[in-house]
């Protein structure tokens, strides 16, 4: 999805905009001119004194447009209602990880003074205790690639005992943190145990944490702990699995979680990493007190932009809201000008059909009576219009399937409130233009000629 920040206005589309408003402007402009033009004078003098129905061909063209108006409204209105709805169901999701209350910090570490794995990891032990020393954290660790920036550091991920080439082995999301890391994010280890210092020690095979999905495609039907896998690399020493965690949406809330890898950071060390602290207060307010601890133990290292995990979710999903939003927009103002059109054309029904109502009235006819016939008659092309929109809406929804978030579509929920929010602001609508349009005087009526 493109960044909002991207988002500018192209004077192509302005221009196309613009000529298609003058089209349709003059199309609608030029269709009463050519029946007026097309017209028998003394024809249409003799309707204008004498009839009190209304010209048909008028009538049959309004309803037309009429109906046109509701199906393209009640289309929009759709699509707004399946961005709506797809965005509330991403928001609702169970991401696998708690955002509140913790702080992302990136850093840099000048690479003439860590260019080797044993300084680089002794700085990481001081970050990490240095923050963890400060008032109002409880926990904080190191990450390889911070959260919600994509599947990043993939790498082949065979079984040991598979015979398969490493081409056809699955591949896993690899992330090297520290022992507190899964505290930290709240993600759940659900059998096993986390990292800790004690598999530091020479002599033990790399300690491994799997996710969910990971362990039920490497080994389906068994259990994962203690079994062993590698990257497929000939001379590389391979990892056991010491726990398996819950599926994390780490590297994107859209998508399905991808197969993880975590391993502790002492394995492979970079000099730009991730440090995600978890506070007791509000964690923005904690950087200032965070900078001052990271330059106590390096001024050289960079601090980049430190940023909460909550303001990383809504930056990650602020292109679908964007969608939402602007489609929202749309959708409101094409509910308002379909609820116009239908009370205009309602009323300009009734306008000319007045003095046949008010002889209706004065020959014995009810109110309401004639109130319920002028609503009949704008009730159908509503219903046609509500028709084509449903039909319309279902062809549209193939094309912005891929803008949908764990929603079908066709949702038939989604449809089916749209579709009564626009036929009861219709119907509304009418009712309103047939009651203010009737204002009977059957007294006024019989004077006239």
């Not at 970050?127 to 926990?139: E, N």
């Not at 990971?214 to 389906?220: D, G, I, K, T, V």
Request: glycine share 8%; aromatic share 6%; hydrophobic share 50%.
């Amino acid at each position: 999805l493109p960044r909002v920040a991207e988002v500018a206005v192209d004077a192509r589309v302005l221009a196309f905009s613009g000529a298609v408003s003058v089209l349709a402007g003059a199309a609608v402009a030029a269709l009463p001119a050519w029946r007026a033009a097309h017209r028998d004078i003394e024809q249409t003098l003799r309707a204008g004194a004498l009839t009190t129905t209304g010209d048909r061909a008028g009538i049959r063209v309004r309803a037309v447009l009429l109906a046109s108006q509701v199906a393209l409204s009640l289309t929009l209105l759709v699509v707004t209602g399946l961005l709506a709805a797809s965005f509330a169901r991403l928001m609702r999701i169970d991401r696998g990880f708690v955002a509140e209350r913790a702080l992302l910090v990136p850093l840099s570490m000048p690479g003439n003074r860590y260019d080797s794995e044993r300084v680089r990891q002794v700085a990481y032990d001081r970050l990490i205790a240095g923050m963890q020393a400060l008032p109002g954290v409880t926990s904080a660790t190191t990450m390889s690639a911070a959260p919600l920036s994509g599947s990043t550091q993939v790498n082949t991920v065979a079984p040991e005992g598979s015979q398969l080439p490493r081409s056809e082995q699955p591949s896993a999301n690899f992330r090297f943190v520290g022992p507190e890391f899964f505290r930290t994010l709240g993600i759940a280890v659900q059998r096993g145990r986390p990292f800790t210092e004690a598999d530091r020690g020479a002599g033990h095979m790399m300690p491994a944490l799997i996710s969910d999905r990971a362990a039920q495609r490497l080994w389906p039907g068994q259990d994962a702990l203690g079994k062993r896998f590698s990257r497929a690399i000939p001379g590389e020493a391979g990892f056991e699995v010491v726990g398996i965690v819950g599926d994390a949406r780490i590297t994107a809330l859209d998508r399905t979680p991808p197969l993880m890898v975590y391993l502790p950071y002492w394995w492979r060390t970079r000099a730009a990493l991730s440090l995600v602290i978890r506070t007791t207060t509000e964690s923005s307010s904690l950087m200032p007190s965070v900078r001052r601890a990271i330059h106590a133990i390096d001024s050289e290292i960079a601090v980049g932009d430190a940023r909460s995990l909550e303001q990383l979710v809504d930056a990650s999903v602020a292109g679908r809201r964007y969608q939402m939003r602007l489609f929202a927009v749309f959708g409101v103002v094409a509910l308002f000008i379909a609820t116009l059109g239908v009370y205009a054309v309602t009323a300009y029904g009734v306008s000319q059909r007045r003095r046949e109502m008010n002889i209706r009235v004065a020959l014995g006819a009810r109110s309401r009576q004639v109130t319920a016939m002028v609503m009949w008659q704008g009730l159908a092309p509503i219903a046609a219009g509500v028709g084509a929109g449903i039909v319309f809406a279902i062809a549209v929804g193939g094309v912005i399937a891929s803008l949908l978030f764990d929603l079908r579509p066709r949702d038939p929920a989604v449809i089916t409130a749209v579709a009564a929010i626009m036929a009861g602001a219709a119907v509304l609508a009418c009712f309103v233009a047939a009651v203010r349009g009737l204002r009977i005087n059957p007294a006024a009526a019989l004077r006239q000629d």
